[in-house]
């Protein structure tokens, strides 16, 4: 896994954090951490909705997939 955070150029009051996995078996028990619990609960104190997105090499996807990754049978 590689991570980074970063500001962006034309927004600078947005916080971007990125990561990349080198399966989506190891995304997937990412999501499923208590880590990934922890920026979820940061994310639900932001003033602003915050965005998630998942980009895999075929696909997009939002917080759904992470609400069917985590209440999915394993």
């Not at 954090?17 to 399966?23: N, P």
């Not at 104190?45 to 997009?60: E, I, K, Q």
Request: aromatic fraction near 8%; charge should be negative; charged fraction near 25%.
């Amino acid at each position: 896994m590689a991570g980074r955070i970063y500001q962006e150029v034309d927004n600078p009051e947005a916080l971007c954090f990125e990561q990349d996995w080198s399966s989506e078996q190891e995304l997937k028990s990412h999501i499923r951490s208590s880590c990934f619990t922890d920026l979820l609960m940061l994310m639900e104190t932001a003033p602003v909705a915050p965005v998630l997105v998942v980009h895999s090499v075929t696909d997009m996807a939002g917080l759904e997939y992470v609400e069917t990754v985590r209440f999915s049978d394993r």
